[in-house]
Nanobody, 125 residues
Framework: QVQPVESGGGVVQAGGSLGLSCEASGRNFGSYSMGWFRQAPGKEREFVAGVNWSSKTLYADSVKGRFTISRDNAKNTVYLGMTSLKPEDTAVYYC???????????????????WGQGTQVTVSS
């Protein structure tokens, strides 16, 4: 069992950059697939990026080329680097952890076992 805790959100101007961190306390972090999802007001939670236990990554088309997900198993932490931010990136960003899932499911929020409380990212125009 792990408990993700996000940090690093804030307010940034369009075109700017921001980095998020998610530290997951607990054992066997390296065995978990980790994903970043986001939810804007009035919208459903959507997949942003995911990284599996072997550091294979997947990105939503809307963030490909702008966001980078990475993990440091020694620190039990997954990161999301965000560049060229747009107002439509404004949302609460959530970190999720999933054990023993196929890579094909890394973009499915229902497959995740544990979630953080979320961190707000606001991109002003």
């Amino acid at each position: 069992q792990v408990q993700p805790v996000e940090s690093g959100g804030g307010v940034v101007q369009a075109g700017g950059s921001l980095g998020l961190s998610c530290e997951a306390s607990g054992r066997n972090f390296g065995s978990y697939s980790m994903g970043w999802f986001r939810q804007a007001p009035g919208k459903e939670r959507e997949f942003v990026a995911g990284v599996n236990w072997s550091s294979k990554t997947l990105y939503a088309d809307s963030v490909k080329g702008r966001f980078t997900i990475s993990r440091d198993n020694a620190k039990n932490t997954v990161y999301l680097g965000m560049t060229s931010l747009k107002p439509e990136d404004t949302a609460v960003y959530y970190c999720g952890a999933a054990m023993n899932i196929e890579f094909v499911g890394i973009n499915k929020s229902s497959w995740y076992d544990y979630w953080g409380q979320g961190t707000q990212v606001t991109v002003s125009s």
